[in-house]
């Protein structure tokens, strides 16, 4: 994961976010927006941080993307994808 994105793995050497930033920048950041996951890390103590990337998660997790499917005979069906938070959730 950090091979596709090194300034996280920089920051964390270099002693700007610490390991607990570090998982959870993980679990939101793109290669594309890790410059900006970062800064708020540095910015935020790990709590709100954490609380940060948890409200951006569920957001996402709302956007269930799927499709539905009757056939002639009345049965329906699903498919659909969904994050694996979405999944866990599902599964409780």
């Known amino acids: 994961m950090l ?3 090194p300034w996280c793995g920089i920051a964390y050497e270099n002693g700007h976010i610490n390991s607990s930033s570090l998982r959870t920048l993980l679990k939101v950041a793109t290669p594309e927006t890790q410059a900006e996951w970062i ?4 910015r935020l103590t790990v709590r709100g941080f954490e609380d940060e990337v ?3 998660l569920k957001k996402r ?3 269930v993307a799927s ?3 009757s056939d002639d005979d009345g049965f329906s069906s699903a498919a659909g ?3 694996r938070c979405a999944g866990d959730r599902m599964l409780r």
């Open 3 to 5: 091979k596709k994105m």
């Open 61 to 63: 997790d709302d956007g």
């Open 39 to 42: 800064e708020k890390a540095r």
């Open 67 to 69: 499709k539905f499917a």
């Open 54 to 56: 948890s409200d951006v």
């Open 81 to 83: 994808m969904m994050s």
